[in-house]
Antibody
Framework: QLHLQESGPGLAKPSETLSLTCSVS??????????WGWVRQPPGKGLEWIGSVFYAGTTNYNPSLERRVSISVDTSKSQFSLKVTSVTAADTAVYYC???????????????WGQGILVTVSS | DIQMTQSPSSLSASIGDRVTITCRAS??????LNWYRQKPGKAPELLIS???SLQSGVPSRFSGRGYGTDFTLTISSLQPEDSATYYCQQSYTLPWTFGPGTFVEVK
C-alpha cells in the first residue's frame, strides 16, 4: 500500500527558506511510470500545483513560483523534497505531496496524496 | 495558464438527490480533466481521471463526462459522506491548474 508522508517545520520566518520532505513507502520511488509532486492550499482557499520531480531528477515547476522553488529527489532514502525561498505570509498553506502517472503510463492525475502539513509563515 | 471555472460554487441537496457539477476550461484540454473530493481537514481524493474513468474503490454513484472545454461530475444519489468540496483539475498542459471548488452540503 502506497504511503506518502510530509515532514518539516510547521513555522517559517518571512524571507527565510521553507523546506519540506516527503517520504514514500509501499512503492519504489524509482518507478519510471510516475512523477512525484507538491501541491499547496492556503487556509480556506483552493489548490495550487507547485511542481513535480521524476526519479532521475527531471523537474517541472509552476511558472508562478519557479524563481523561488526547487524540488529534488533522494532515491536512496525514498524521499523527495521541496524548498521555497524568500517566503512571505502568502506562502502560508497546507503543503501536500502527491504522486502522478506520466502521460505515457496513464491519465496524468494526482492519484495518491500525503496527509498534508501546515506551514505558517510568521515572525 | 489554463483557467478552470466551476459552477455552482456551492449547493445544498438532500440524501438521494442527483447532483451535477460543471467545470469549464478556458481552452481546449482534450479529455485531460480530473475530479477530486476533499473532506474538511483531509487531503483531496481522486474520484475520476481522464474525464470519465472512475478510480478503483470510488462508489459507482460518481460519474464524469465531457471533452474539450466542458465537463460534468454527477453524483447519482447523494449520500451523507459526500458532503465535501469538489475540485476539477486539468492535466493537458503545464502548469496544471485546479478549479476553485464546489462545496456540496448534504441536508
Amino acid at each position: 500500500q502506497l504511503h506518502l508522508q510530509e515532514s518539516g517545520p510547521g513555522l517559517a520566518k518571512p524571507s527565510e527558506t521553507l523546506s519540506l520532505t516527503c517520504s514514500v513507502s509501499g512503492v519504489s520511488i524509482t518507478n519510471s511510470n510516475y512523477y512525484w509532486g507538491w501541491v499547496r492550499q492556503p487556509p480556506g482557499k483552493g489548490l495550487e500545483w507547485i511542481g513535480s520531480v521524476f526519479y532521475a531528477g527531471t523537474t517541472n515547476y509552476n511558472p508562478s513560483l519557479e524563481r523561488r522553488v526547487s524540488i529534488s529527489v533522494d532515491t536512496s532514502k525514498s524521499q523527495f523534497s521541496l524548498k521555497v525561498t524568500s517566503v512571505t505570509a502568502a506562502d502560508t498553506a497546507v503543503y501536500y505531496c502527491a504522486r502522478h502517472p506520466t502521460y505515457d503510463y496513464g491519465d496524468p492525475c494526482f492519484d495518491y496524496w500525503g496527509q498534508g502539513i501546515l506551514v505558517t509563515v510568521s515572525s | 495558464d489554463i483557467q478552470m471555472t466551476q459552477s455552482p460554487s456551492s449547493l445544498s441537496a438532500s440524501i438521494g438527490d442527483r447532483v451535477t457539477i460543471t467545470c469549464r476550461a478556458s481552452q481546449f484540454i482534450n479529455k485531460y480533466l480530473n475530479w477530486y473530493r476533499q473532506k474538511p481537514g483531509k487531503a483531496p481524493e481522486l474520484l475520476i481521471s481522464g474525464a470519465s474513468s472512475l478510480q478503483s474503490g470510488v462508489p459507482s454513484r460518481f460519474s464524469g463526462r465531457g471533452y474539450g472545454t466542458d465537463f460534468t461530475l454527477t453524483i447519482s444519489s447523494l449520500q451523507p459522506e459526500d458532503s465535501a468540496t469538489y475540485y476539477c483539475q486539468q492535466s493537458y498542459t503545464l502548469p496544471w491548474t485546479f478549479g476553485p471548488g464546489t462545496f456540496v452540503e448534504v441536508k
